[in-house]
């Protein structure tokens, strides 16, 4: 199975390479720089992406291609709306159409709990679109205008992704093992899941059949304050460093839920909160 990559040189990305290398997927990557590690590196920038264009015509027929470029900061987006969107929207959809016109079976994009507002916990895949930021309403209308181009798009929405490299929990690590306090939003809730769980899922709608839509998620939802205790207590520390804080103190928004209703996955069992931010902080410590 041939399958493309697209921003090969992420957190996801890269982890996703490496799985599907590890199943005998003959790998495409591709990002808007490429080195000599990457497997049959080619050069795509969403940013740019009617220059790369032709660029997908000249490629063999992929199977598949998983979409993980994107902007990701909530900050960035709401700062700068009109080039955010051009990447994580139009360029998208300019990129799925080239791959479908050029042979492509299935196009797989990434979204993110962040379409939905918050209301309720386990937000069901049919729930309307609430967003509340500039991220969620990029990704809400990326998959909008995706699932219109037919049966060969499909979309995951994945909440929270945990890696060992995250820079939240590194800097939470650096701060309470040499006894400084930090400070966590106790209105803000998260659904985490582990990076290896999510490109296992990845690599399942890759090789399987799925419905157009899919999601994945923890099976509940803890507040960032809830998580940065938990990081103390492994980390044999005093808990008493971790100090509440509201969102509205630094200008973010408060989030009262975040979990999704997870879809059944063959090679994945969705696990709580904890479990997910235990197994990331073993691979840390």
């Known amino acids: 199975m041939r399958v493309l990559v697209v921003g090969s040189t992420g957190v996801i990305g890269g982890k996703l390479i490496a799985r599907l290398s590890q199943v005998d997927c003959d790998v495409v990557s591709a990002s808007r720089g490429t080195n000599s590690d990457e497997h049959n590196p ?31 900061n909530l900050r960035e987006c709401e700062r700068d709306p009109i080039a955010t969107s051009q990447i994580n929207v139009s360029a998208q959809v300019t990129l799925t159409k080239a791959l479908l016109g050029a042979g492509t079976q299935k196009v797989i994009f990434l979204s993110s709990n962040q379409v939905f507002g ?10 309307k679109y609430s967003f509340t930021t500039e991220y969620g309403r990029q ?32 800097g939470w690590v650096s701060k309470l093992t040499s006894g400084r306090e930090v400070k966590a939003f106790v209105d803000v809730m998260v659904s985490p899941v582990t990076l290896d769980d999510t490109v296992k899922v990845i690599t399942e709608v890759v090789e399987s059949e799925s419905e157009s839509v899919t999601q994945f998620s923890a099976t509940d939802e803890i507040s960032y304050f809830e998580m940065a205790k938990f990081v103390a207590r492994f980390l044999q520390v005093d808990v008493s460093l971790v100090v509440a804080q509201n969102a509205v103190e ?24 904890i479990v997910a931010l235990q197994k990331v902080l073993e691979k840390m410590i």
Not at 45 to 72: H, M, P
Not at 122 to 127: E, G, K, M, P, R
Not at 157 to 167: G, I, Q, Y
Not at 250 to 273: I, Y
Request: with cysteine.
């Open 139 to 170: 990704k809400a209308k990326a998959e909008t205008e995706l699932l219109k181009l037919g049966r060969a798009v499909r979309v995951i929405r994945l909440t929270k992704v945990l890696a060992e490299d995250n820079p939240l929990l590194k």
């Open 250 to 273: 630094v200008g973010e928004k408060p989030l009262a839920h975040a979990s999704l209703e997870c879809s059944k996955f063959k090679s994945v069992s969705p696990s709580s909160s």
């Open 118 to 127: 918050g209301e309720s916990a386990n937000t069901d895949i049919f729930a």
């Open 42 to 72: 080619i050069r795509i920038d969403l940013a740019t992406i009617s220059e790369d264009i032709k660029i997908i015509e000249k490629q063999e027929n992929f199977d598949s291609a998983v979409l993980c470029a994107a902007v990701t």
